[in-house]
């Protein structure tokens, strides 16, 4: 098992940022690739980005690249969300989830064995 616990989230301005945080614990984090999904009311829960377990691989969805980055420290069994240009259309519910290293980067939430309990975004316009 692994347990996920998001962090950062809350109310800016648009244009303004946010860091998210998501901390794991349980069993060792190195082995896992992890996601960060959102989802806003009334709307199905949404890929944002993807890192691959060494840090060396991200995937992003396209109305978020060039504004967010994705990392991970395993040191500190940890991974970020920098959100950049935030825009009122990315106020969501924001979820980290975990899957055992794959070849390939996975977009698709089903993939995902395990889930934080979300942080809540609101960007102002």
């Known amino acids: 098992q692994v347990q996920l616990v998001e962090s950062g989230g809350g109310v800016v301005q648009a244009g303004g940022s946010l860091r998210l945080s998501c901390a794991a614990s349980g069993r060792t984090f190195t082995p896992y690739d992890m996601g960060w999904f959102r989802q806003a009311p009334g709307k199905e829960r949404e890929f944002v980005a993807a890192?691959?377990?060494?840090?060396?691989?991200?995937n992003y969805v396209d109305s978020v690249k060039g504004r967010f980055t994705i990392s991970r420290d395993n040191a500190k069994n940890t991974v970020y969300l920098q959100m950049n240009s935030l825009k009122p259309e990315d106020t969501a519910v924001y979820y980290c989830?975990?899957?055992?290293?794959?070849?390939?980067?996975?977009?698709?939430?089903?993939?995902?064995?395990?889930w934080g309990q979300g942080t809540q975004v609101t960007v102002s316009s």
């Open positions: 890192i691959s377990w060494t840090g060396t691989i991200t």
């Open positions: 989830a975990a899957r055992p290293r794959d070849i390939v980067l996975q977009r698709m939430p089903p993939a995902y064995n395990y």
